[in-house]
């Protein structure tokens, strides 16, 4: 429990007003990766019905980790679609006036906008683009990441969005 608390107040501390860069939390994961490890095997040792979970193991602190650690990666692998966002909004600048090509973008990303990034369209980003991920595990711990570092993802979920929801394109599609 105290390497767990260590490793939750070294993230706190990297954090800046701008944000925590996506360096330090890959750092931040990597550093932490034996830990996560860990608490992986024993999360569930304290088990009050020996292999199957009970209230204590599901709200110990070492699930909680895991949880939580979980969460960042799911946040590192988001940041690595920056560059194919980045490609896809130079795309849909040649695309964009012609409505088949336009209809094949929207079909081609329509997971991405719609699923796989819904979260943090909808839930994540805040106003003036701020992100700061729901990360319920540890109540204290406010993870808000710099939104330079995902410029190209807000963008392309702003023109997703626009093309999808609010325009009259997608009412063509079949």
Not at 5 to 21: C, H, R, Y
Not at 36 to 50: D, G, I, P, R
Not at 125 to 140: G, T, V
Request: glycine share 2%.
């Amino acid at each position: 429990m105290k390497r767990i608390n260590s490793a939750i107040e070294e993230l706190k501390s990297l954090q800046i007003s701008d944000g925590i860069s996506m360096a330090k939390i890959n750092w931040w994961l990597l550093k932490h990766d034996k830990l996560y490890s860990y608490c992986k095997e024993n999360w569930n040792n304290a088990s009050c019905f020996e292999e199957l979970p009970c209230f204590h193991t599901l709200n110990s602190v070492e699930n909680k980790f895991l949880d939580f650690y979980k969460s960042l990666e799911e946040v590192a692998e988001m940041h690595k679609k920056e560059t194919y966002f980045q490609d896809q909004l130079e795309l849909l600048k040649k695309v964009e006036s012609d409505s088949p090509a336009l209809m094949q973008w929207l079909k081609k990303n329509e997971k991405l906008g719609t699923e796989d990034f819904f979260t943090f369209w909808s839930e994540w980003l805040q106003e003036h683009n701020s992100i700061e991920p729901f990360l319920p595990q540890f109540e204290d711990v406010k993870v808000k990441l710099d939104p330079k570092e995902f410029e190209f993802t807000v963008r392309f979920l702003e023109e997703f969005d626009r093309l999808y929801w609010t325009s009259d394109i997608c009412s063509e599609l079949p």
